[in-house]
């Protein structure tokens, strides 16, 4: 989605806010920056407190030689694996080898003579061969995730140039994504309108009332400030029983 279509989404949740206020028909001191403001606050909010925020995304990543540490996008919040596409090599000279002699010994002794011999404990072993001989010789790659500066250190140092990696990252989903999601988006707007109330509020409670010929005019920023409150707690609330569409703990509670 495009810059502008994202503009959009959030001019929607602008124009809800400003109804639910009842601007229009009563003068809202509230400015375009209020708005951007509590908009802003709501998803950072959203981010800090829901599963639903984030997702799963497969990224790859071209490596250099002796280049250890490498910056991701500020998107991605974690690498949880890395992969690479065959045995490699450590011992300098080329970029990696695309032909695997254990697996190839397999498929002429067991696949192909398949009626005479192995069975599902020959292919567990050989599996578990398999492993340790990637283990041993370059077919997984040790790493270490900086979170603070979104750097990923790769603790081999790569002898090769060009060799493509594939990262299994948790990324935040974008803000465009967020406002359109279908248990998101109603959770993004009342939250918003919580906001732009207790700002509302704070404004007007300044003055108890605004001097007029017949005694004034009375002010409601208490009742903005108590019901902004009361509306944060409960969507909060909302935050902790799932209903934005975030996954549960499992049998982890509180």
């Known amino acids: 989605m495009s810059q502008v279509n994202s503009q959009e989404e959030r001019q929607k949740v602008y124009d809800y806010v400003r109804t639910m206020l009842a601007d229009g028909m009563v003068d809202v001191e509230l400015d375009p920056i209020h708005y951007e403001t509590a908009l802003n606050k709501t998803i950072n909010r959203f981010r800090q407190r829901s599963s639903h925020s984030v997702e799963e995304?497969?990224?790859?990543?071209e490596l250099e030689k002796d280049k250890n540490e490498y910056r991701l996008p500020d998107e991605i919040i974690a690498v949880q694996s890395v992969f690479r596409r065959t045995l490699g090599s450590r011992t300098g000279g080329g970029?990696?080898?695309?032909f695997e002699p254990f697996n190839?010994?397999?498929?002429n002794t067991y696949l192909l003579n398949s009626t005479m011999l192995g069975g599902i404990a020959t292919y567990f072993m050989f599996a578990s061969y398999q492993e340790m001989v990637g283990?041993?010789?370059?077919?997984?790659?040790e790493f270490q995730w900086i979170q603070q500066s979104h750097t990923l250190r790769i603790l081999q140092r790569p002898f090769t140039e060009g060799e493509t990696i594939m990262l299994?990252?948790?990324?935040?989903r974008p803000d465009f994504n967020l406002l359109t999601d279908l248990y998101a988006n109603q959770w993004i707007k009342d939250y918003t309108l919580a906001?732009?109330?207790g700002?509302?509020?704070?404004?007007r409670s300044k003055f108890s009332t605004i001097a007029g010929p017949q005694g004034g005019t009375?002010?409601?920023g208490g009742d903005l400030k108590s019901a902004s409150k009361e509306e944060i707690e409960k969507l909060d609330k909302e935050l902790e029983t799932f209903v934005t569409g975030g996954t549960p703990m499992t049998f982890i509670i509180g």
Request: charged letters at 10%; glycine letters at 8%.
């Open 104 to 107: 190839l010994a397999y498929t």
């Open 199 to 203: 700002i509302l509020g704070e404004a």
């Open 195 to 197: 906001i732009c109330k």
């Open 95 to 98: 970029t990696g080898t695309n």
């Open 218 to 220: 009375q002010l409601n």
């Open 135 to 141: 283990k041993m010789f370059g077919s997984y790659i």
């Open 168 to 172: 299994r990252c948790h990324n935040y």
């Open 57 to 61: 995304s497969y990224v790859f990543l």
